[in-house]
């Protein structure tokens, strides 16, 4: 016979007993790995108080950075300000090879459609 499905807040209860105190648990906020990586372009520009933050913070224009939220990759020639804004944020993880992966994957999903 089938278990029954573990609800969404037992799942919440087990990572953070499992992670400790401070841990990321939410599911259902911002598309982030448990890791509290950000698994996408637009999980990572989410990470901001908004775009505008992002983009203040990256040091281009707002439209630009809506611009890359919605197609889910970041210019090159921006990718050193976003790593050292990640790393002000305390946001882990993010370097020109997780950069250089979303924007591949952006591109093979841009071939196939």
């Given amino acids: 016979m089938n278990e029954p499905t573990a609800s969404i807040s037992a799942f919440r209860a087990s990572i953070s007993a499992a992670n ?17 990586l ?3 372009i637009s999980g990572l520009i989410d ?33 050193p300000h976003v790593v050292a804004a990640s790393r002000r944020r305390g946001i882990a993880g993010i370097s020109y090879e997780w950069l250089a992966g979303h924007r591949a994957a952006a591109a093979m999903q841009g071939e196939a459609a």
């Fill in 20 to 36: 400790g105190p401070g841990l990321p648990t939410s599911i259902s906020g911002l598309p982030t790995s448990i890791s509290g």
């Fill in 38 to 40: 950000p698994t996408s």
């Fill in 47 to 79: 990470s901001w108080q908004s775009i505008g933050a992002f983009a203040a913070d990256v040091g281009c224009g707002y439209e630009a950075a809506r611009q890359m939220r919605r197609r889910g990759r970041i210019a090159p020639q921006h990718w």
